[in-house]
């Protein structure tokens, strides 16, 4: 085993925890949970997948998140209910 101490205080321990905040939805207990369900499964997969690309799709995520889904996941959720029951 090795520790590297540069490691847990690095900019990206930094943005994962932003990332998946904002992926689930600022301001709500569950979104975080959320968030970092979809992060962590979506992370394995494209780590093992795409080594080197991953980060950059993760930077991307969060300019899309920011900028068209600012409620994340769960104002996405709430969206979809809101549709299905004026159409139902």
Do not use: C, N
Not at 14 to 41: K, N, S
């Amino acid at each position: 085993m090795s520790y590297y101490p540069q490691h847990p205080f690095s900019p990206v321990w930094t943005f994962d925890a932003v990332l998946i905040a904002f992926i689930g939805g600022v301001g709500t207990i569950h979104g975080p949970v959320l968030g970092a369900l979809f992060y962590v499964i979506l992370k394995e997969v494209l780590a093992v997948q795409l080594v080197e690309l991953h980060l950059l799709i993760f930077g991307v995520l969060f300019i899309l998140v920011v900028l068209f889904l600012p409620g994340g996941l769960v104002e996405a959720w709430s969206r979809v209910r809101r549709l299905i029951a004026r159409s139902g």
